[in-house]
């Protein structure tokens, strides 16, 4: 059974800081990782994928991924009010090195104080 | 920019009936997904559906459900006798394709309560 841990939160950071969120995964054989923004009552909404170990930078985004230790995080910098959201991390189904049969963690709640 | 929409975005039920949950993906994609939200609890996959059939779906998908795309533009999720556990948000997403670079996109989901 795959499985995705997310520190659940509530995480509070301030206005203008990087907010750090973790996530690590028990198939050592997952290839592509995802990060979900949430806001509350809405869908689910992708902010970045990453399949290479290493940084990836959209924008204020940076997602990072280790494969030897099984965890991706994803940096938010200038943070802002707006982000204010549940970050959800994915992991395709076994086998699935694309967006199929994703399994999500239970998502970290971020507040920003401005 | 082209959307997911479902309908209806509040659905009332009782146990034992039938519910029809409908989703119109974007028109050029041809994967369509079904995923659960139980509410406080994780997103959960459900099933996944490609040239007019199922192709893959979870444990959570037993005989009490169903999928169907009925014409080229609607993607149903039928629950013949729903229990009370089944309330939860009902998401239909649509891609593209498979690969890692080919996003989901989400509706913006069916809460379903049963009472």
């Known amino acids: 059974q795959k499985e995705v841990e997310q520190n659940s939160g509530p995480l509070s950071v301030p206005e203008g800081a990087i907010a750090s969120l973790n996530c690590t995964y028990s198939d050592r054989g997952s290839q592509s990782f995802f990060w979900y923004r949430q806001y509350s009552g809405k869908s689910p909404e992708l902010i970045m994928f990453?399949?290479?170990?290493g940084d990836k930078e959209d924008g204020r985004f940076t997602a990072q991924l280790n494969k030897a230790s099984q965890y991706v995080s994803l940096l938010i910098r200038d943070s802002q009010p707006s982000d204010s959201a549940t970050y959800l991390c994915?992991?395709?189904?076994?086998?699935?090195?694309?967006?199929?049969?994703?399994?999500f963690g239970t998502g970290t709640r971020l507040t920003i104080i401005p | 920019e082209p959307e997911v929409t479902q309908t209806p975005s509040h659905q009332v039920t009782q146990m034992g009936q039938e519910v029809i949950l409908r989703c119109v993906p974007i028109?050029?994609?041809?994967?369509f997904y079904w995923y659960r939200q139980i509410l406080g609890q994780k997103v959960e996959f459900l099933v996944s559906?490609?040239?007019?059939?199922?192709?893959?779906k979870s444990e959570i998908f037993d005989d009490q459900f169903s999928v169907e795309r009925p014409d080229g533009s609607n993607f149903t999720l039928k629950i013949r006798s729903t229990k009370l556990e089944d309330s939860a948000m009902y998401f239909c997403?649509?891609?593209?394709?498979?690969?890692?670079?080919?996003?989901?996109?989400f509706g913006n989901g069916t809460r379903l309560t049963v009472t």
């Open positions: 028109s050029n994609h041809l994967y």
């Open positions: 559906f490609y040239n007019n059939e199922i192709s893959e």
């Open positions: 990453i399949y290479s170990n």
């Open positions: 994915a992991v395709p189904g076994p086998s699935n090195f694309g967006n199929e049969k994703l399994t």
């Open positions: 997403a649509s891609s593209g394709g498979t690969e890692f670079n080919s996003p989901l996109h």
